[in-house]
T-cell receptor, first 120, second 112 residues
Framework: GAVVSQHPSWVICKSGTSVKIECRSLDFQATTMFWYRQFPKQSLMLMATSNEGSKATYEQGVEKDKFLINHASLTLSTLTVTSAHPEDSSFYIC????????????????FGEGSRLTVL | QKEVEQNSGPLSVPEGAIASLNCTYSDRGSQSFFWYRQYSGKSPELIMSIYSNGDKEDGRFTAQLNKASQYVSLLIRDSQPSDSATYLCAVNIEEYGNKLVFGAGTILRVKS
């Protein structure tokens, strides 16, 4: 399957600082990437849909000014957690949908390794 | 009603047995169905995808889809301790622009 790389895997930061997480599709182009957050023992919660060359679409209840998403190329999307606080500590996971699938929309997503954020 | 429902478990099966994981969904227009496996502290990995009614087999895994009953299941034959993980059912929800919606996951424990 296609490979999605996420960096960093772990990050610890002080409260009030900003943290940037990168998500790259290594061997395919992705016009759409998704950002999820997962708290311990809970399922994935979609935060936003990142579209190459346009603004991200945020899910209800997700603050777009706090979670800045940039999808500047077909292989890279970034999530910046601004002014992070302890309640933002979570496992952030990106996924990508391969562009131009011959089967039309299949919905198959390839996940990055995830980034565990701890805000002190 | 939640869009995608799974029994949280844990489901415990002995090594070598068949593990049966179930998932129901609410959107009759859904066309794509996926099972992901997630080990603790790791991100999900795709195990199976299924788009048509019936069974789809891949090695020890069989996905079963019944659109009329809005039900999708995953069978794991000859379960191994390494299969112990959380299994997430994901369904595309037409109402949400065909975004994938994940169930809460079922914890599977295979005991040796």
């Amino acid at each position: 399957g296609a490979v999605v790389s996420q960096h960093p895997s772990w990050v610890i930061c002080k409260s009030g600082t900003s943290v940037k997480i990168e998500c790259r599709s290594l061997d395919f182009q992705a016009t759409t990437m998704f950002w999820y957050r997962q708290f311990p023992k809970q399922s994935l919660m979609l935060m936003a849909t990142s579209n190459e060359g346009s603004k991200a679409t945020y899910e209800q209840g997700v603050e777009k000014d706090k979670f800045l998403i940039n999808h500047a190329s077909l292989t890279l999307s970034t999530l910046t957690v601004t002014s992070a606080h302890p309640e933002d500590s979570s496992f952030y996971i990106c996924s990508a949908e391969q562009s131009g699938s011959s089967l039309g929309y299949t919905g198959e997503l390839f996940f990055g390794e995830g980034s565990r954020l701890t805000v002190l | 009603q939640k869009e995608v429902e799974q029994n949280s478990g844990p489901l415990s099966v002995p090594e070598g047995a068949i593990a049966s994981l179930n998932c129901t969904y609410s959107d009759r227009g859904s066309q794509s169905f996926f099972w992901y496996r997630q080990y603790s502290g790791k991100s999900p990995e795709l195990i199976m995808s299924i788009y048509s009614n019936g069974d789809k087999e891949d090695g020890r895994f069989t996905a079963q889809l019944n659109k009329a009953s809005q039900y999708v299941s995953l069978l794991i034959r000859d379960s191994q301790p390494s299969d112990s993980a959380t299994y997430l059912c994901a369904v595309n929800i037409e109402e949400y622009g065909n975004k994938l919606v994940f169930g809460a996951g079922t914890i599977l424990r295979v005991k040796s």
